[in-house]
Nanobody, 123 residues
Framework: VQLQASGGGLVQAGGSLRVSCAAS????????MSWFRQAPGKEREFVAA????????YYVDSVKGRFTISRDNAKNTVYLQMSSLKPEDTAVYYC?????????????????WGKGTQVTVSS
């Protein structure tokens, strides 16, 4: 599976942004999809995950109620809708595919990674 994230940009605090991740191949629906982010000087951290069919989602506490992960298996795409953005959300956002279960994933447990997309939130 090849993954390509897009949709990042510069947004003011309190604003919204949606990032997307398009996957190649016909096995997209067999993977749990996750979003991670990495801020300068920090480790890559888990943000959200979604089950293979899209019915189950999981979020890190810092984004609950503000971010929504979704997927469209017909389009081989996973999305992360981000609202009420804060400067501390500034990071490079990565999508990843894994064969595990939905939960707080670890970077080491992912099978495939996309190139990241930069999200910058100005105060």
């Amino acid at each position: 599976v090849q993954l390509q994230a897009s949709g990042g940009g510069l947004v003011q605090a309190g604003g919204s942004l949606r990032v997307s991740c398009a996957a190649s191949g016909r096995t997209f629906s067999s993977y749990v999809m996750s979003w991670f982010r990495q801020a300068p000087g920090k480790e890559r951290e888990f943000v959200a995950a979604i089950s293979r069919g899209g019915a189950v989602t999981y979020y890190v506490d810092s984004v609950k109620g503000r971010f929504t992960i979704s997927r469209d298996n017909a389009k081989n795409t996973v999305y992360l809708q981000m609202s009420s953005l804060k400067p501390e959300d500034t990071a490079v956002y990565y999508c990843a595919a894994g064969a595990g279960v939905v939960g707080k994933a670890t970077a080491g447990g992912m099978d495939y990674w996309g190139k990241g997309t930069q999200v910058t939130v100005s105060s």
